[in-house]
């Protein structure tokens, strides 16, 4: 056992990681939290100390943003990239990651325009609202498309509708006829 790994087991440090990792918005953040390991490098540690304390200011200042609705969609993504068909359950996931990658790009843009260390990791990020709304008017539940996912799938439907009433119109009059009554009883 090194000696480093002597003075995190005398700390509990597996512990605290523990607590830590509870407050992960999803199972990939909690992974990477309990995966936590202490900064040797004083170069390192000073740069993370600093984008820490320009955190924990802005989130003093304007609250935190909401991380609900992240999701690792990296399968799905490449397997779209690759040519592959996603599930509407994936697609509806992928909508609420975008809406979530959104909601904390306009939370930093509105908090203070000052540039800051941490900005590297909001300029990764990359909103797409058109991709957002296209997926979340053409799907409506992980069971049911929405109409206005084609023009092809509306014009079905509504020739389904179509022939539905059509039939309904014919048993209603084979129902009414005269001829037919004493059969139908």
């Excluded at 390192?44 to 955190?55: C, D, P, S, V, Y």
């Excluded at 990359?126 to 409506?140: G, Q, S, T, V």
């Excluded at 179509?162 to 037919?180: A, C, F, G, H």
Aim: aromatic share 4%; proline share 2%; hydrophobic share 40%.
């Amino acid at each position: 056992m090194t000696e480093m790994n002597r003075h995190l087991k005398a700390l509990e440090f597996d512990k605290v990681l523990d607590i830590l990792s509870v407050r992960g918005c999803n199972e990939d953040a909690k992974n990477i939290l309990r995966d936590l390991r202490p900064e040797t490098k004083l170069v390192n540690a000073q740069r993370l100390i600093k984008m820490t304390e320009e955190a924990y200011i802005l989130l003093a200042k304007y609250g935190g943003p909401s991380f609900g609705g992240l999701s690792n969609v990296t399968n799905a993504l490449s397997r779209a990239a690759a040519g592959g068909v996603l599930s509407m359950k994936e697609l509806l996931t992928i909508a609420g990651t975008l809406r979530a990658v959104r909601g904390i790009a306009e939370w930093r843009n509105n908090s203070g325009q000052n540039e800051l260390s941490i900005d590297i990791y909001f300029n990764g990020l990359m909103p797409n609202k058109f991709l957002e709304d296209k997926i979340n008017a053409a799907i409506l539940s992980e069971d049911e498309m929405s109409d206005n996912a084609s023009p092809e799938l509306a014009s079905i439907r509504r020739q389904i509708k179509n022939k539905e009433n059509s039939v309904r119109e014919q048993l209603e009059k084979l129902i009414r006829s005269q001829s037919l009554k004493a059969v139908l009883q």
